[in-house]
């Protein structure tokens, strides 16, 4: 089983500031790794991959890849009260389609 | 675009009944999956079908949970007889091969 660790958080932001999400594989033959952003009591829709190390940036958002330390992160910048949420972080199973997901990460933004 | 469709959206039993699940995933998707969300969890799959045929359901608790996709399109997932841990929301995804997957609103399961 490819393991995905996430700290729970809370994780809390003063509106515009950045906010670091952070994950930590299992499997260092993972190749690619996703967030989805989970509002409470909806499900999860995806905002970012990444499959390179490095960033990888959209708008606000950007994740960073670092397949030496099995470290993936999600920066959000100029954060909302709209981005509170769980961020989850997600690897390819076995199968190579389905996901494992790590248990998320809450964020709160604060006005 | 039509999203992936669930029914139903909540459902609440007791324990030893069972309960069935409805999934119709996004038009042309070959691949599909169901997770179980508990509170506070992030999902775990229990199934996943690649048209009619399942791909991995090595975590799918066969003695109580069963899952079929007969024509390839639409799915539904049992469970039977159901127990108290068995409360969670299932999602149903579904995607074009390995590309993004898309979830469904989820069905809210309380057993009692």
């Known amino acids: 089983q490819k393991e995905v660790e996430q700290n729970s958080g809370p994780l809390s932001v003063p509106e515009g500031a950045i906010a670091s999400l952070n994950c930590t594989y299992s499997d260092r033959g993972s190749q690619s790794f996703f967030w989805y952003r989970q509002y409470s009591g909806k499900s999860p829709e995806l905002i970012m991959s990444?499959?390179?190390?490095g960033d990888k940036e959209d708008g606000r958002f950007t994740a960073q890849l670092n397949k030496a330390s099995q470290y993936v992160s999600l920066l959000i910048r100029d954060s909302q009260p709209s981005d509170s949420a769980t961020y989850l972080c997600?690897?390819?199973?076995?199968?190579?389609?389905?996901?494992?997901f790590g248990k998320g990460t809450s964020l709160l933004v604060t006005p | 675009e039509a999203g992936v469709a669930q029914s139903p959206r909540y459902k609440i039993i007791e324990k030893r009944q069972s309960v069935a699940f409805w999934c119709n995933p996004i038009?042309?998707?070959?691949?599909l999956y169901w997770y179980q969300q508990i509170l506070g969890q992030g999902p775990k799959l229990l199934i996943q079908?690649?048209?009619?045929?399942?791909?991995?359901d090595s975590q799918l608790p066969k003695d109580r949970f069963s899952a079929e996709r007969l024509k390839g399109v639409d799915s539904t997932l049992k469970i039977q007889p159901a127990k108290l841990e068995d409360s969670a929301v299932y999602l149903c995804?579904?995607?074009?091969?390995?590309?993004?997957?898309?979830f469904g609103p989820g069905t809210r399961l309380l057993v009692l």
């Open positions: 997600a690897v390819p199973g076995n199968s190579g389609y389905a996901l494992n």
């Open positions: 038009s042309g998707h070959a691949t």
């Open positions: 079908f690649q048209n009619n045929g399942v791909v991995d």
């Open positions: 990444i499959y390179s190390n």
């Open positions: 995804a579904s995607s074009w091969g390995q590309e993004t997957q898309y």
